[in-house]
């Protein structure tokens, strides 16, 4: 784990040697010190020499100055160490998850995707930053205290061989509780983001459905099972402290039981007996400061664990196919006997079999049941998903001889979910050509019937959507998505029933403006009404996965059952509604 994390400590390495080196410094000034307040006792009380006692009192002085500075540049190193570490740790992640397929981000909840770059991330910066002061200081602090009072007493320092071993085993008792504990709260923590993110997202659907008290229900569980595993976490790591309390005290009175005969027989001066508490003290501090860096490093092995499980998740898509110098060059499509599952433990087929040839500038519609497999067929052709069998082509090569990048260039996707980010309108649209000119944004609006109420807008292209475009209604939404991905001028133009929210009329003022201002583009659009489809040059009916039957409306009434209890259904809700 170590060295999957010790690349991204890049560019911050200087910061970390010379927090390691400050943090020895500072360790072995202060250890000096109980020696000249030895000889203060031992030499200056003893002989009354004060001059002696000043100049080792400002002896002292300047070593703990020393020392002081010596922490301070620890202090300054670990933090800025810790912080590129963690940027440079979030930034690798986040690209991560930026190469990720849909079969990639469905392994990975979002909630959980979020608590990784955060919280995971948060704590693994902070042992960077504690355990680059703690992991050098405690160890140089342990050692060369332990040397120091031997040759002060060696006979005094047998009190270690049985204070030292209990705080071992105490130490390791510990971690092995807590250990499973700290993967148990990172995933409760994953639990309770998922109910306020699901709860955030989706408040109006909750308010609608006067659903606050099940949520607060559900929030409230997960909370209490997030405060039980805290409880258990922590509270077996506050143990830690009065246990260690307890050993260093009990350490303290052995030593001055011991060490007062010693001195009472005339076998130990006075100073070293002062000074042995002093790296007594330093000894069981340092076990205590290890006791710490080993919780601290319990937990973030648990979250080392959990950011490597997205740095080590490799695409299901990549580009390692691709030709290169390959462009996408029309807008033809063929599925080649294509079937496709979402999950390899799936026994069935999503799309199975799927065999039909689309020439470029052609716009077919695609009709079928809930779950028939529509919005899975046009996802293949922008490789959001990968087939298992068949082949896809798109401008007559396979879609993996494309980069992903050129691919996706050249296929504008309107998904079925419509989403905004946070900006204003002309943010938005831009996503579709960030060189765009004020009349190609008005002009793609135009084409999308967006500049309906665009003009109603406070500021026009400028106006502020809020957070996922929460200040227009679906419709408008609808029309913003499609006129974003108008402005792409692409090769093919996929719309996932991306008209739903709006009128028969302005659908079909729609339809019309792709007819006049998209010819050479091909249009596959998803359709759940037969009259948003009806003057397509080919209908796709689905079902069950396959590719029930193509051809015109008017072939389609006389050749298929299924569109035509379709179109039948349709209209006789019409009639009934007039």
């Known amino acids: 784990m170590l060295r999957k994390l010790y690349p991204y400590t890049r560019g911050y390495r200087k910061w970390i040697a010379a927090g390691i080196v400050c943090s020895a410094m500072d360790a072995i000034f202060q250890l000096l010190i109980p020696l000249v307040m030895a000889d203060i006792v031992d030499v200056g009380v003893a002989n009354g020499d004060v001059s002696f006692i000043v100049r080792k009192g400002v002896q002292m002085v300047v070593m703990a100055m020393v020392a002081l500075l010596f922490g301070l540049g620890s202090a300054a190193f670990s933090s800025r160490a810790g912080m590129g570490f963690g940027a440079n740790l979030r930034e690798a992640e986040y690209a991560c998850v930026q190469d990720f397929s849909f079969s990639n981000i469905e392994k990975f909840s979002t909630a959980s995707l979020v608590t990784r770059l955060t919280s995971d991330v948060n704590a693994m910066q902070m042992t960077l930053m504690m355990g680059m002061r703690l992991l050098v200081r405690a160890p140089v602090m342990l050692v060369a205290a332990l040397v120091l009072s031997i040759r002060l007493s060696a006979q005094l320092?047998?009190?270690?061989?049985?204070?030292?071993?209990?705080?071992?085993?105490?130490?390791?008792?510990?971690?092995?509780?807590?250990?499973?504990?700290?993967?148990?709260?990172?995933?409760?923590?994953?639990?309770?983001?998922?109910?306020?993110?699901?709860?955030?997202?989706?408040i109006r659907v909750v308010k609608s459905f006067v659903r606050e008290d099940h949520e607060q229900e559900k929030f409230a569980g997960r909370n209490d099972s997030l405060r039980s595993t805290s409880e258990q976490a922590f509270g077996a790591v506050v143990v830690?402290?009065?246990?260690?309390?307890?050993?260093?005290?009990?350490?303290?009175?052995?030593?001055?039981?011991?060490?007062?005969?010693?001195?009472?027989?005339?076998?130990?001066?006075?100073?070293?007996?002062?000074?042995?508490?002093?790296?007594?003290?330093?000894?069981?501090?340092?076990?205590?400061?290890?006791?710490?860096?080993?919780?601290?490093?319990?937990?973030?092995?648990?979250?080392?664990?959990?950011?490597?499980?997205?740095?080590?998740?490799?695409?299901?898509?990549?580009?390692?196919?691709?030709?290169?110098?390959?462009?996408?060059?029309?807008?033809?499509?063929?599925?080649?006997?294509?079937?496709?599952?979402?999950?390899?433990?799936?026994?069935?087929?999503?799309?199975?079999?799927?065999?039909?040839?689309?020439?470029?500038?052609?716009?077919?519609?695609?009709?079928?049941?809930?779950?028939?497999?529509?919005?899975?067929?046009?996802s293949l052709i922008p490789r959001l998903y990968e087939a298992q069998e068949g082949t896809v082509r798109v401008g007559g090569r396979p879609v993996s001889d494309y980069t992903m990048e050129h691919l996706r260039d050249a296929v504008s996707v309107v998904l079925q979910k419509n989403t905004l980010f946070s900006g204003t309108v002309r943010e938005n649209l831009l996503w579709g050509d960030p060189n765009a000119t004020e009349e190609q944004l008005l002009a793609a609006c135009r084409a999308a019937c967006a500049d309906e109420f665009l003009d109603r807008l406070p500021n026009g292209l400028d106006t502020d959507l809020g957070q996922g475009g929460v200040n227009v209604s679906g419709g408008q939404k609808q029309r913003l998505c499609i006129a974003r991905a108008i402005l792409k001028q692409p090769k093919i133009l996929i719309l996932d029933d991306s008209t739903s929210a709006v009128d028969t009329a302005t659908d079909a003022k729609i339809r019309r403006a792709f007819r006049e201002e998209l010819k050479d583009t091909t249009k596959l659009i998803i359709a759940q009404r037969v009259s948003s489809i009806a003057d397509a040059d080919t209908i796709l009916v689905m079902d069950h996965g396959r590719l029930a039957a193509q051809g015109t409306h008017a072939e389609l009434m006389e050749s298929c059952e299924i569109y035509r209890d379709v179109y039948k259904s349709q209209q006789e809700g019409v009639s009934i509604g007039g």
Not at 157 to 164: A, E, K, M, P, Q
Not at 166 to 183: D, E, N, S, T
Not at 309 to 314: I, R, T, Y
Request: charged share 15%.
């Open 157 to 202: 320092s047998r009190v270690f061989l049985v204070s030292i071993p209990l705080l071992a085993v105490f130490i390791a008792a510990l971690m092995m509780k807590v250990g499973p504990l700290f993967r148990s709260l990172q995933e409760k923590t994953d639990a309770l983001n998922l109910v306020v993110q699901e709860d955030l997202t989706g």
């Open 240 to 378: 830690n402290m009065p246990v260690m309390m307890l050993i260093i005290y009990g350490t303290i009175i052995a030593v001055m039981w011991f060490g007062g005969r010693m001195v009472y027989a005339g076998t130990l001066p006075v100073g070293d007996l002062t000074a042995f508490f002093s790296y007594i003290t330093e000894i069981l501090m340092s076990l205590m400061m290890v006791s710490m860096i080993f919780m601290m490093m319990t937990r973030s092995i648990a979250c080392a664990r959990r950011i490597c499980e997205v740095l080590d998740e490799k695409p299901a898509i990549s580009n390692d196919r691709a030709v290169p110098g390959a462009e996408v060059e029309t807008g033809s499509v063929d599925f080649d006997h294509v079937s496709f599952r979402y999950g390899a433990e799936d026994t069935g087929w999503t799309l199975e079999d799927v065999d039909l040839h689309i020439p470029a500038g052609a716009t077919v519609g695609i009709l079928g049941g809930t779950g028939s497999g529509k919005s899975t067929l046009v």
